[in-house]
Structure formats: structure tokens, C-alpha cells
């Protein structure tokens, strides 16, 4: 490090320590070279204050207690990036991260979802949609029944038969309440990816496993019933951070979908295999390499990354121990806040089926979202650069006032 950032360094230091004992020292800062340099045009960099959204939200404990819009959506933060300490005063840790109509804003019920999650050591948050064993027993017998050969008219009563026979599929929350909003984002993303794989609905360059497992990307293909698992997990390695003084953010939090291939038994029961099916890793590849594309059409997948994000800075705050050192705590963080946006998760959903012509083969997922990750030491990693040190001042010095809930730092026309 040269002399000149030392110098820099200690220049920031001392102008942090006179405001924290008078008025704020405005300055401009240039951004710097890092991965959050460039803001995506019509955004805006916000940073919330966590003390502050405490401090307001603290009589919240019944539905029916007013919530200001900016508290209810954090500050309207649609893209968390990560976290800094504001020292002075009694102490500060604030998200910031873009805010933008191009996608939905968190919720104060995500955050404390997931707070209390870690807090009472609940597990990770999980979600699955399986099929029945008694529904795959009858898609066995439908099948045993249909020639290999069928007209195309036949097809659709064939679909029509089959997901009828398949039935509803169980939803299985873990981690997170069921009725909560955090339960509904993962059933929601997790239903829509499984539309997709069937073929109900169509994404660009993104070809459905049906399609895929009836000859395309070289795929072998046989007639019958074909199983596999998808389900959103981070990418391995994930997530990872990068930190300075003071602040740390989240450079790698992507979001991946894995596949297992499943066999059914006599009695209806899936189990996975030391397998890999071809057509379901080259769909869960092309969907995997779009999704961060895909966040910006299917609102569900955006939102599913949100959680993600937030869930990973959550769990770095509690490795590094930050809210203790502002004087907060997670198992203390809004004890009483009650939820504002739950809804009755169904016990089931409609089961989906599909059918292709090429091959006879009849597509059955299930799977999830598993919210699984760890952040250790090792997750962290030095900052190239001062990019983040110069994010930092620039929070710091934006903030209009030391009970702020909410501020923009950059903006992007």
C-alpha cells in the first residue's frame, strides 16, 4: 500500500471522527474501480439504516400497527450488495444496495424471517414440491396402458390424463414460517422454474427438459417416464465477500439450479441415482447461466435472489459479530414485529405434466429451493483496491442526518 492511500486513509479517519462530535462534513467522491462502480441505468444506490428501521418499527408488534412505505420495503432496496458500520454516535451497521422499478423491493417480514431463522438456529430455508407416491403410481399404470406410437390429436387428452392421474404436489417448508412471505417467494420461484422445465412456460434460450430429453443437445433419448430433481441453491463456492474497513461486500451470491436423477419404485416412492440424466444437466445449465438475465423478466426469480443475498450479508454479520459491536444483536433484532405480509401456504399444488411426441416421453419433476450456505473466515477476502474504502466515505458523508432511516448515495439516470 503506497504512502499516499495510508495518507488518504488517515485524512477519512480523522474527518469520521470530528462528525461524529458535530455536524456532517459534506464531500464528493468519485466511484470507485470495483464491481459496483457502474450503476444499471434508471437505479439508485440507497443505504438503510438498521438502527434506525429498529427504532421505527419497533411498536409493530400486531398487523394492524402503521408501517411508513420506506420501513416496510427497506428503503426500497431491490438488489442487496452489502453492509457497512457507521461509528459515530451509538453505532450504526447499514445496508446498501440498488433500488430500481426493474425489480421488487425486499420486506421488513424477509428481513426478520430470516433473523430469527439464524437467530433460533431453525436450519436453512428450504422448500419442495413432491409428487405423491399414489401419483406416481397412476402415471405408471396411465403409461402402462398408451401405445408408444401416438397421433397428435391424442396428445392433449393424454396431458390432460396424466396430470390428472399425478395429482397435487405436497409443499414442504423448512426454516422459515409457512405462511410467510419468504416461504411463498421460494414456493413461487420453484413452481414457475418447474413450469419451465416442463414446457408451460416458455424463456428465451432457455430450451425445456422435455424438449431437451426428446433429442436435442445430444441427448439419448428412450420412451417412457422420465423423473429428474431441479432445485435453486447457490453456486458452489458461494457465497464470497470482499471487505475493508468497515465494510464488506458480496462480490459472488449466484444462483445456480442442480439436478439429480430419480427413479420411482412399485410403490410410488422416488429415490435418486448415482446418475446423471443428459437432458436435465443441460437444462439446469441453461438455466443456471441465464438466471441473473432472467431476474429481470420473471419477478419470482428476482425476489428468490433477494433472499438469497440478504440471507448470505446476514450470515456474515453474525460470523464478524457487527451488530453486537453497534450494539445490537440478532436474537434481540425486533422481537415483536409482527408479520405483514403472511398468507396461507396450500397444503398442495396442481401436479405437472407434460407429454412430447418425439420419443413418447413423458416429463415428472419435483424439487425445491435449498437456502443451504455457509460464510466462514474463508468466505472473506481482501478488497482489490480502495473501491470499497471510497463506498464507504461515500455513505458515510451522504447521509443526511444521524437519524436518517434511508438515503441515496449515487444515482444513475
Known amino acids: ?25 459534506e464531500r464528493t467522491a468519485q466511484a470507485g474501480p470495483g464491481p459496483f462502480a457502474e450503476l444499471p441505468p434508471g437505479t439508485e444506490r440507497v443505504a438503510l439504516s438498521l438502527r434506525m428501521l429498529a427504532r ?35 453505532g450504526d451497521v447499514v445496508l446498501f444496495g440498488h433500488r430500481s422499478l426493474a425489480r421488487p423491493a425486499l420486506h421488513l417480514d424477509d428481513l426478520v424471517a430470516n433473523v430469527r431463522s439464524i437467530a433460533e438456529h431453525r436450519g436453512y430455508p428450504r422448500c419442495s414440491l413432491d409428487p405423491r407416491p399414489a401419483g406416481i403410481r397412476a402415471i405408471q399404470a396411465a403409461l402402462a396402458g398408451e401405445p408408444t406410437a401416438l397421433a397428435a390429436a391424442q396428445i392433449p387428452a393424454l396431458v390432460d390424463r396424466l396430470a390428472k392421474a399425478l395429482g397435487p404436489q405436497q409443499v414442504v417448508v423448512e426454516g422459515v414460517p409457512r405462511n410467510s412471505r419468504h416461504a411463498h417467494v421460494m414456493v413461487d420461484a420453484d413452481y414457475h422454474m418447474k413450469k419451465v422445465s416442463q414446457g408451460h412456460v416458455k424463456l428465451p434460450d432457455v430450451d425445456s427438459y ?30 464470497q465477500l470482499e471487505q475493508d474497513e468497515g465494510i464488506v461486500a458480496l462480490t459472488n451470491a449466484a444462483v445456480r439450479v442442480l439436478t439429480e436423477k430419480q427413479q420411482a419404485d412399485a410403490a410410488g416412492q422416488l429415490h435418486d441415482v448415482g446418475q446423471d440424466d443428459p437432458a436435465a444437466v443441460a437444462f439446469a445449465q441453461q438455466m443456471s447461466g441465464r438466471f441473473s438475465s432472467l431476474t429481470s423478466r420473471v419477478p419470482a ?37 409482527a408479520y405483514r405480509a403472511e398468507r396461507p401456504m396450500p397444503a398442495a399444488l396442481p401436479g405437472l405434466a407434460n407429454h412430447a411426441i418425439s420419443g413418447s416421453r413423458v416429463a415428472v419433476v419435483c424439487g425445491g429451493v435449498s437456502m443451504q450456505m455457509q460464510v466462514t473466515r474463508a468466505s472473506f477476502h481482501p478488497a482489490a483496491g480502495d473501491w470499497l474504502f471510497d463506498l464507504r466515505r461515500r455513505i458515510i458523508f451522504t447521509r443526511p442526518s444521524a437519524d436518517a432511516l434511508a438515503w441515496v448515495v449515487d444515482r444513475r439516470k
Not at 422435455?210 to 463456492?237: K, Y
Open 1 to 25: 500500500m503506497s504512502a499516499q492511500t495510508v495518507n488518504r486513509r488517515e485524512f477519512v479517519r480523522g474527518l469520521l471522527a470530528a462528525a461524529s462530535a458535530g455536524p456532517l462534513v
Open 210 to 239: 422435455l424438449q431437451i430429453a426428446c433429442g436435442g443437445h445430444g441427448a439419448a433419448v428412450s420412451a417412457g417416464l422420465t423423473m429428474s430433481r431441479f432445485w435453486f441453491r447457490l453456486a458452489p463456492g458461494a457465497p
Open 56 to 90: 421505527q418499527a419497533a411498536a409493530a408488534d400486531r398487523p394492524d400497527r402503521f408501517l411508513s412505505k420506506q420501513v416496510e420495503t427497506l428503503g426500497g432496496i431491490s438488489y442487496l450488495e452489502g453492509y457497512t458500520l457507521d461509528e459515530r454516535g451509538p
Open 301 to 337: 426469480y428476482a425476489e428468490l435472489e433477494n433472499l438469497f443475498r440478504l440471507r448470505a450479508l446476514l450470515l456474515g454479520m453474525a460470523q464478524r459479530g457487527v451488530l453486537q459491536a453497534a450494539g445490537m444483536s440478532l436474537d434481540r433484532f425486533l422481537p415483536s414485529y
